[in-house]
């Protein structure tokens, strides 16, 4: 099965990220630019921003829509729709990318989502790696990695994983589940258990997105929160080895 893709989104909601956007907006920018892809909008959704979060996406070459849902979902959401305004071409046509504002994508990201595509796949879930980052101890990333590549058997590795930070979704497909959800957490898992039934889902590890280690989460329950209740899990564990 193949399909035709005409027009390339990515999407990526953003709080208070006028440090880290530069870095991820670049990153996106190069994966655009590396071989010949079908046009590509870039939209970040400056959601509920007290910094200069929308005039350095602006500035780095992103449309931006500015709201206030203090919400990854619902901002996710609303980049979509930018986007789709923008690009104007047929769902069926058209690929989202999504990923966040203190990720790095690798250069291949792009062409990696589309041959996808192109080969019918109508849903792509990704796979994160964790970037260095001074709060994060190494105790921590071991205790992430032993969770997170656990069943891990080769370079085919089936994840289990779902990843707002690397997911692509064939824009006929993401309109029939109805968009990301307007919910306070794990937008990226409620959307893709509501996918329509019969949806072609690819699950892989080909071309992980590298993401921000740190610890101070902007959502509150997201990666970062995730960290840190493992540095806390973490602390305890050396504090029970040490008194035993």
Same mark, same amino acid.
């Given at each position: ?60 070459? &992103?449309?931006?829509?500015?709201? +206030?849902?203090?919400?990854?979902? &619902? ?50 879930? @990704? ?14 990333? &071991? ?35 109805? @968009? ?9 898992? &409620? ?6 039934? @019969? ?42 080895? +040490?008194?035993?």
């Amino acid at each position: 099965m193949t399909a035709t893709i005409n027009a390339l989104v990515v999407a990526v909601p953003a709080h208070d990220e006028a440090a880290a956007l530069p870095a991820a907006l670049d990153s996106i920018h190069r994966a655009r630019n590396l071989t010949p892809l079908p046009p590509c909008t870039v939209v970040v959704a400056a959601d509920a921003c007290t910094d200069a979060t929308a005039a350095t996406a602006a500035r780095h070459g &992103a449309d931006v829509v500015e709201v +206030s849902h203090r919400m990854a979902g &619902a901002s996710r959401a609303a980049a979509v729709a930018r986007a789709l305004q923008t690009c104007g071409t047929r769902p069926e046509e058209t690929w989202i990318t999504t990923t966040d504002a203190d990720c790095r994508v690798p250069s291949d990201w792009l062409a990696h989502h589309l041959r996808h595509a192109l080969q019918g796949w109508q849903c792509l879930l @990704g796979t994160v790696r964790i970037a260095p980052h001074p709060s994060l101890a190494p105790p921590v990333r &071991a205790l992430h990695d032993a969770h997170y590549f656990a069943g891990r058997d080769g370079p085919g590795w089936v994840h289990p994983h779902v990843h707002g930070a690397n997911l692509g979704i064939r824009a006929d497909t993401y309109l029939r589940a109805g @968009g990301f959800p307007a919910v306070p957490y794990g937008e990226d898992h &409620a959307f893709v258990a509501a996918l329509p039934p @019969g949806t072609r889902v690819l699950r892989t590890d080909a071309c992980p997105v590298m993401t921000s280690g740190r610890t101070t989460p902007r959502a509150p329950h997201g990666f970062g929160a995730f960290l840190k209740a493992l540095g806390e899990l973490a602390e305890d564990v050396e504090t029970e080895t +040490s008194s035993s």
